[in-house]
């Protein structure tokens, strides 16, 4: 695994939101995240606080099957 510099990385942040979100969303989600007080961490430990383990891992499958279709 090779460490990224941290432009790389903004980069590459801002490429996937781009690509996932579009353009003008990705721009409306980092304006989001600035302009309030945001704890990633705190964020990140509760967003699938009320899903099991099982369940967790079913929608990431079922994430990883529509990926793989064309």
Same mark, same amino acid.
């Given at each position: @695994? /090779?460490? $990224?510099?941290?432009?790389?990385?903004?980069? *590459?942040?801002?490429?996937? %939101?781009? +690509?996932? *979100?579009? *353009?003008?969303?990705? #721009? +409306?989600?980092?304006? %989001?995240? $600035?302009?309030?007080?945001?704890?990633? /961490? !705190?964020? +990140?430990?509760? %967003?699938?606080? #009320? *899903? =099991?383990? #099982? #369940?967790? =891992? +079913? $929608?990431? @499958?079922? %994430?990883? !099957? !529509?990926? !793989? $279709?064309?």
């Amino acid at each position: @695994m /090779t460490i $990224q510099a941290d432009a790389e990385i903004k980069i *590459l942040g801002f490429e996937i %939101l781009s +690509r996932h *979100l579009g *353009l003008v969303e990705a #721009e +409306r989600f980092i304006t %989001l995240i $600035q302009r309030e007080r945001f704890d990633y /961490t !705190q964020w +990140r430990q509760n %967003l699938f606080a #009320e *899903l =099991s383990g #099982e #369940e967790i =891992s +079913r $929608q990431a @499958m079922v %994430l990883h !099957q !529509q990926k !793989q $279709q064309p």
